[in-house]
């Protein structure tokens, strides 16, 4: 089946370490999303890629930067993490030449806390 | 600014009762949709409604959408134990077509 993959799904971190997110997908779709998730405030935009060359912050991109190495992967970075970035962190995509362009595929979702 | 406000927060109901959620946005809009998350897990889609419609119907989901008022409610009938989980209405955020989702009601279904 065509997927949308997150790897790690849980990881624990320190304060100030480097950490990477990373996302795969095989749905062949354009467009990839990175959001965050905390109880009670649903999810929040981080970055998106609607191209390999075309990345974009969303809501919440400051302490983020990400890459899109190619249209099937697209990864988050935490340059310095801090506890403030403890949450679950999820992956998804849309096809722009669907009708329904916009309807969103989410990955399984990465648990990250940062002690 | 959230686009998608849902209402209640929380619901819970016995088995085999409905289910109605609702969601108010700001701004207009060319279609919404209802998302589904069980505990943990990554959303899923459940249905798409787009502005010149005024109901649509997925096995036991009703939904129906009424722009004069910028609202959306979302039926579930015959409840069951497994539908237990956090439902999200999303709506596209301007020209770029991202979507915005609310914060989402949690559903309770009791056997």
């Known amino acids: 089946d065509a997927d949308v993959t997150q790897t790690p799904r849980n990881r624990i971190t320190k304060t100030g370490k480097r950490i990477m997110l990373e996302c795969s997908q095989t749905?062949?779709?354009?467009?990839m999303y990175w959001y965050r998730q905390d109880p009670g405030l649903g999810l929040q935009l981080i970055y998106y890629?609607?191209?390999?060359?075309?990345?974009n912050k969303g809501e919440i991109s400051d302490g983020y930067s990400v890459s899109r190495q190619a249209q099937a992967k697209f990864s988050l970075s935490l340059e310095s993490a801090i506890p403030n970035q403890t949450a679950l962190y999820f992956c998804?995509?849309?096809?722009?030449?669907?009708?329904?362009?916009?309807?969103?595929?989410f990955g399984p979702g990465t648990r990250l806390t940062v002690l | 600014s959230q686009q998608g406000e849902e209402d209640p927060q929380a619901l819970s109901i016995q088995e085999g009762e409905n289910a109605t959620m609702n969601c108010s946005y700001k701004?207009?809009?060319?279609?919404l949709q209802w998302y589904r998350q069980n505990s943990g897990r990554g959303l899923v889609h459940l249905i798409l409604?787009?502005?010149?419609?005024r109901e649509k119907h997925s096995g036991r989901l009703r939904v129906t959408l009424d722009t004069s008022k910028k609202s959306s409610s979302l039926l579930i009938t015959a409840s069951r134990a497994a539908d237990t989980a956090s439902y999200f209405c999303?709506?596209?955020?301007?020209?770029?077509?991202?979507?915005?989702f609310g914060k989402g009601i949690t559903l309770s279904v009791r056997p």
């Open positions: 998804a995509t849309s096809d722009s030449q669907r009708v329904s362009y916009n309807e969103q595929f």
């Open positions: 749905k062949g779709h354009d467009r």
């Open positions: 890629s609607f191209d390999v060359k075309d990345i």
């Open positions: 701004t207009s809009i060319n279609n």
């Open positions: 409604i787009r502005s010149n419609e």
């Open positions: 999303a709506t596209p955020d301007g020209a770029n077509s991202k979507l915005t």
